[in-house]
C-alpha cells in the first residue's frame, strides 16, 4: 500500500497522493436485479438516489410545465383552479424533498467514502433501507392527484385551515408519504454522521477533510433537528383533519398561526439543508479548476457552521405579515441580515480562489461560475425580503418566487448538474461528451434567466403568486417567462444524453481526470472500484 504524503499550508491540506493499489480479485458486483434491490454498497445506493432524483426531476419539472402553459396568457385555458393548485403543491413537494434532497444524498453516498478513505458507509443495511423508502413514499404522493377531490392543493406549506378543513379526502395520503420523507432523511444523516466520525482514514482530522464533507456533516446535524418538527406539525394537521383536534383551529382554542411557526422552524434550516452541500460541491470545483489551494479553508468551516446555527433565529422572516409584534420583526429582521455575512464569506473566498488562478472553463467550471454569480443574485433579493417593510410589499408576489427559485435552481439544481459532471468520469469510467455539455450550459444558462428574472419585476408590479389567472397588465412578461421555463427544461433533454453517452462508453478516463483535483477520491481508478480501500489510506 502506498502512503499519502499531505503538504499543510497554513490555509487548506493539499493531497499529493500516488495511485493505491486496489483489491478487487475477490470483490465482484452482483448481477441482475439483486445487486440494485438488495445492495448495500454505497455506490450503488449513491447511483440509485442520484437516477431516482433525476426522475423526480422531470416529474415535477413537468408539472412546472403544466403551470407555466396555464400562465402564458390571461384568462383559464388548459386547467381547472384546482388542479393548478394541486400542480403548484406537487411540483414544490417533489422538487424540494424528491430531486434537491435525494441528489445530495446520491453525491454523499458516492462521494464521502472515497474522500475520507472509508471502505462504506458506517450502516449499510439503513443505507439500503433509507433509500428503498423513498419510492414508496413517492408513489403515495402521486397516486393522491388520482384520489377523488385529487392531491394535496393548499400549497406545499400547508397552511391551516387550507390543510385541515378545505383539504381532500387524500391529505391521509400526503401525511403519510411526508413521514416516510422525513425517515429517510433522519436514517441518511445517521449514517453520514457515523461514517464521517468513525470511518475516517488514519491521520484525516476534522480541519484536513474536504469541504464537501465537512458541509454534508452539518448538514446531517440540521437533518436529525428539524425533521422531526416538520413530522410533528404534520401529526397535527392530520389529527385536526381526521380526529377532531383543534391545534391549529381558533374555533377549538388552537391557533393557525401556530403551525406557521412550527413550520418555518422546520422550514429555514430546510432551505440550508439544500444549500450547504452545495458550498462543498462548489468549493471542491472551484480550487480544481483555478489549479490553486481553497482560500480560507478554516474561515470556510467556521461559516458553514455559524449558517447552520443562525438557521434556527430566522424562522419567522416567512411570517412578517402575521401581525408579530414589532421587537420579534426587529429581531428576525437583524437575524436574517446577519446571516448573509458567513455566506458572504464563501463568496469572498471563493473569488479569492479564483484570482490570479490558472482557470480553465470545462463544464464543472462553468456551472459553478455560473452558481457564485446566480446564487448572489438570489441571496441580494432574500436581503431585500429581510427588511420588513419592504416585505409587506413583495409578500406572496412573484417576487418571492423568482428569489426562492434563484437559490434553489441556479443554486441547488447548478452546483448538483456542476457535481455531476465533476464526477461523472470518476463514476463512469469515462469522459464526458464536452461540446455537448457545454451546450447543456449554456442553454440551461439562457433559459433559466429568461424564466426567473423577469418574475421580479412580476412581484414588484404587484402579481400575486399560485394564481391560474392573473390581470392584463402582466400578460406579456408571463409569456416570456413561459418561453424560458419550457427551453429550460427542454434543455435538460441534453443532460440525459450527456449522462447516458458517458455511460455507454467513450474516451477512457484516468484515475485524475482534472489536472488541478486533489483528494483521496482521485487515487483511485476510473470507474472507482465495486470495493474501495480494503487497507486503509494512511494521511500524513
Not at 377532531?244 to 382554542?253: E, K, L, M, Q
Not at 409578500?395 to 447548478?414: I, M, P, Q
Not at 485524475?512 to 482521485?522: D, H
Request: aromatic share 16%; with cysteine; glycine share 8%.
Amino acid at each position: 500500500m502506498s502512503e499519502i504524503e499531505l503538504k499543510d499550508t497554513a490555509e487548506q491540506p493539499i493531497l499529493d497522493v500516488p495511485a493505491i493499489k486496489i483489491h478487487t480479485d475477490h470483490h465482484s458486483a452482483p448481477q441482475g436485479y439483486k445487486r440494485w434491490l438488495f445492495s448495500t454498497n454505497h455506490k450503488d445506493i449513491g447511483t440509485l438516489y442520484l437516477w431516482f432524483s433525476l426522475t423526480m426531476f422531470f416529474i415535477g419539472g413537468a408539472m412546472a410545465m403544466i403551470i407555466r402553459a396555464e400562465l402564458f396568457q390571461p384568462g383559464l385555458q388548459l386547467i381547472e383552479p384546482n388542479f393548478f393548485n394541486q400542480m403548484t403543491t406537487s411540483h414544490g413537494l417533489i422538487m424540494v424533498f424528491g430531486a434537491v434532497m435525494p441528489a445530495f444524498v446520491g453525491l454523499a453516498n458516492w462521494m464521502l467514502p472515497l474522500m475520507i478513505g472509508a471502505p462504506d458507509m458506517a450502516l449499510p443495511r439503513m443505507n439500503n433501507w433509507s433509500f428503498w423508502i423513498l419510492p414508496f413514499a413517492f408513489s403515495l404522493l402521486l397516486l393522491s392527484l388520482f384520489t377523488e377531490g385529487g392531491g394535496p392543493n393548499f400549497g406545499w406549506t400547508f397552511y391551516p385551515p387550507l390543510s385541515t378543513q378545505y383539504s381532500p379526502d387524500s391529505t391521509a395520503m400526503f401525511v403519510f408519504s411526508i413521514h416516510l420523507m422525513g425517515i429517510s432523511s433522519i436514517m441518511g444523516a445517521i449514517n453520514v454522521i457515523v461514517t464521517i466520525f468513525n470511518m475516517r482514514a488514519p491521520g484525516m482530522t476534522l480541519m484536513k477533510m474536504p469541504m464537501f464533507v465537512w458541509t454534508w456533516l452539518i448538514t446531517a446535524f440540521l437533518l436529525i433537528a428539524v425533521m422531526p418538527v416538520l413530522a410533528g406539525a404534520v401529526t397535527m394537521i392530520l389529527t385536526d383533519k381526521y380526529f377532531g383536534t383543534s391545534f391549529f383551529d381558533a374555533a377549538g382554542g388552537g391557533d393557525p398561526v401556530l403551525f406557521q411557526h412550527i413550520f418555518w422552524f422546520f422550514g429555514h434550516p430546510e432551505v440550508y439543508i439544500m444549500i450547504l452541500p452545495s458550498f462543498g460541491i462548489i468549493s471542491a470545483i472551484i480550487p480544481t479548476f483555478a489549479r490553486k489551494p481553497l482560500f480560507g479553508y478554516h474561515s470556510m468551516v467556521y461559516a458553514t457552521v455559524s449558517i447552520a446555527i443562525l438557521s434556527f433565529t430566522v424562522w419567522a422572516h416567512h411570517m412578517f405579515t402575521v401581525g408579530l409584534p414589532l421587537a420579534a420583526e426587529l429581531f428576525f429582521m437583524y437575524c436574517t441580515m446577519l446571516i448573509s455575512v458567513p455566506t458572504g464569506v464563501k463568496i469572498f473566498n471563493w473569488i479569492a480562489t479564483l484570482w490570479r488562478g490558472s482557470i480553465t472553463f470545462e463544464v464543472p467550471m462553468l456551472f459553478s461560475l455560473a452558481f457564485i454569480v446566480l446564487f448572489t443574485i438570489g441571496g441580494f433579493s432574500g436581503l431585500m425580503l429581510a427588511i420588513t417593510p419592504a416585505d409587506f410589499q413583495y409578500h406572496d408576489t412573484y417576487f418571492v418566487v423568482a428569489h426562492f427559485h434563484y437559490v434553489l435552481v441556479t443554486g441547488a439544481v447548478f452546483s448538483i448538474m456542476a457535481a455531476a459532471y465533476y464526477w461523472l468520469p470518476k463514476w463512469t469510467g469515462f469522459m464526458f461528451n464536452e461540446k455537448l455539455g457545454q451546450w447543456h450550459f449554456w442553454c440551461s444558462l439562457i433559459s433559466v434567466n429568461l424564466l426567473f428574472f423577469p418574475m421580479h419585476f412580476l412581484g414588484l408590479a404587484g402579481m400575486p403568486r399560485r394564481i391560474p389567472d392573473y390581470a392584463l397588465q402582466f400578460a406579456d412578461i408571463n409569456k416570456i417567462v413561459s418561453i424560458g421555463g419550457f427551453l429550460f427544461g427542454l434543455s435538460q433533454l441534453i443532460f440525459v444524453a450527456v449522462v447516458i453517452m458517458a455511460i455507454r462508453g467513450g474516451k477512457k478516463a484516468p484515475a485524475k481526470p482534472w489536472e488541478g483535483a486533489e483528494g483521496l477520491e482521485w487515487t483511485v481508478p476510473s470507474p472507482a472500484p465495486y470495493h474501495t480501500f480494503d487497507t486503509p489510506p494512511e494521511v500524513k
